[in-house]
């Protein structure tokens, strides 16, 4: 298996793990988030190991990249994310912290449930195209159009802040237009909250679509009118001195990503990402 970019041969001195979460079930408009993780990992040799926004380097983490979570496919929705719940739960059991690589954006809800079991007070911060707050979608309450109203449920309404949002369906829009969801915008946003996030352990959820389809095609549900690779990095960048205790990035799709923007893109904000937890 290729593991990220100067990921640790064994996970004993790390302080950080990567898991990747290859599910791909719910998926409504052009599936293979599965490949996903696999991906990001193999694009990942392009990249310097080195930041220059931060001045770090991956060689100085100690991250360890475990591999894919074994999904099995009919073991059932609700007994597959109880496994990955209890295996994100170990990790931060092991006083580590957990970057997670999808996979749909259901992935984030086991994600959520683990870190707020370990870090009470979680407020989890979402950069994603679409609000994600469906009530049910297909007739299913577990899907990736409903995971955001799942989370806050989880966490309160006042813990769960959504910014890129540009897609809403009428039945959640009450939701969608609430003063913690940022619709289009994401960077200035995110500024403004910064004294508020000061102390709080926080974990970040990217949907790789919050970026504009010119930016990151390689994704089931494109949605035109999203922010640039730039300002996508300086928001990452503003979690600098912030808690951040865990984070995912999901919705890459391999098949739809023929110049592999996408995946480079997704490489380089689990770099990042890393580097910040650090």
């Known amino acids: 298996m290729t593991r990220f970019l100067k990921s640790l041969d064994t996970e004993e001195s790390a302080r950080i793990l990567i898991y990747g979460a290859p599910l791909d079930v719910t998926t409504s408009f052009r599936p293979g988030t599965r490949f996903g993780p696999r991906r990001i990992r193999d694009v990942s040799e392009v990249l310097e190991s080195f930041s220059p926004s931060l001045g770090k380097d991956l060689e100085d983490v100690g991250f360890y990249d475990a591999g894919d979570l074994d999904l099995t496919a009919d073991a059932g929705l609700n007994a597959t994310l109880d496994s990955m719940e209890r295996a994100f739960a170990q990790v931060y059991q092991w006083r580590r ?3 997670v ?17 370990y870090h009470p007070g979680l407020v989890v911060v979402w950069l994603d195209a679409h609000a994600d707050l469906r009530r049910e979608y297909n007739g299913s309450r577990l899907s990736h159009a409903t995971v955001a109203r799942l989370v806050l449920e989880e966490i309160g309404e ?10 809403v369906a009428r039945e959640e829009a009450d939701l969608a237009f609430r003063p913690g969801c940022h619709r289009d915008q994401v960077l200035e946003p995110l500024l403004g909250l910064k004294d508020r996030l000061k102390g709080r352990p926080i974990y970040l959820s990217i949907d790789i679509d919050v970026l504009d389809p010119a930016y990151a095609p390689g994704t089931g549900a494109p949605e035109p009118g999203g922010i640039d690779s730039r ?15 865990g984070a995912d990035i999901v919705e890459v799709a391999p098949a739809y990503d023929h110049s592999e923007l996408t995946a480079i893109m997704a490489a380089k904000l689990c770099r990042e990402i890393l580097l910040l937890m650090a």
């Open 158 to 167: 006042e813990n769960l802040i959504q910014l890129g949002v540009r897609s």
């Open 101 to 117: 690589l999808g996979g749909e954006h259901l992935v984030t809800l086991p994600a959520v449930r683990a870190v707020r079991a």
């Open 97 to 99: 912290r957990l970057l």
């Open 231 to 245: 300002e996508l990095l300086a928001a990452i960048h503003a979690f600098a001195g912030l808690e951040l205790v």
